[in-house]
T-cell receptor
Framework: GDSVTQMEGPVTLSEEAFLTINCTYT??????LFWYVQYPGEGLQLLLK?????DKGSNKGFEATYRKETTSFHLEKGSVQVSDSAVYFC??????????FGKGITLSVRP | ETGVTQSPTHLIKTRGQQVTLRCSSQSGHNTVSWYQQALGQGPQFIFQYYREEENGRGNFPPRFSGLQFPNYSSELNVNALELDDSALYLC??????????????FGPGTRLTVL
């Protein structure tokens, strides 16, 4: 079945540091890929998405590229801010339209 | 445009009881999906409703059941509650069109605690 694997956390960075969060997936067919963010006490918000190979999703300075050859969708940001502190989930959506999530990773950004 | 809303926000039940959680879809959306998020884990798909019928189910026992109403709002019912049912329950609505891939918008969730 479909699965998503995220790097182990938590991650603590200083403000303005470079961020990479790794995500790999296993799926049949050609899934769409997503990054969701969850701020404390809130539900999930879509951060960015990519629907086919080599697509790059971007939003709020975050980027991720759909790499079919490595089955990866790593999240990057060039300069993190304290306000980026949250839990980040990688997810895929297959032909049955359900979302399959990774375990999530907590990011803490220090001033 | 009103987003996805869920009620109640928090709920405490005891083992063996039954619970009903409610979700109102975002305006214009016709599909509702429910997810269970245990503490420190990613959300797990429970089931999806489209046009008032179940349209896909995850690895959850039959005591997890649901409904979708003509206005596309939805209920999640859980019978014979177990301690492991303690989790954040998330509802997501979307507008299914021709293409199967459709963005899901999440509500804030209902925190269920089973004692």
């Amino acid at each position: 079945g479909d699965s998503v694997t995220q790097m182990e956390g938590p991650v603590t960075l200083s403000e303005e540091a470079f961020l990479t969060i790794n995500c790999t997936y296993t799926a049949t067919g050609y899934p769409s890929l997503f990054w969701y963010v969850q701020y404390p006490g809130e539900g999930l918000q879509l951060l960015l998405k990519a629907t086919k190979a080599d697509d790059k999703g971007s939003n709020k300075g975050f980027e991720a590229t759909y790499r079919k050859e490595t089955t990866s969708f790593h999240l990057e940001k060039g300069s993190v801010q304290v306000s980026d502190s949250a839990v980040y989930f990688c997810a895929l959506q297959g032909a049955n339209s359900k979302l399959t999530f990774g375990k999530g990773i907590t990011l803490s950004v220090r001033p | 445009e009103t987003g996805v809303t869920q009620s109640p926000t928090h709920l405490i039940k005891t083992r063996g009881q039954q619970v009903t959680l409610r979700c109102s879809s975002q305006s214009g959306h016709n599909t509702v999906s429910w997810y269970q998020q245990a503490l420190g884990q990613g959300p797990q798909f429970i089931f999806q409703y489209y046009r008032e019928e179940e349209n896909g189910r995850g690895n959850f026992p039959p005591r997890f059941s649901g409904l979708q109403f003509p206005n596309y709002s939805s209920e999640l019912n859980v019978n014979a509650l177990e301690l492991d049912d303690s989790a954040l329950y998330l509802c997501a609505s979307s507008r299914r069109q021709v293409k199967w891939e459709h963005e899901q918008f999440f509500g804030p969730g209902t925190r269920l605690t089973v004692l």
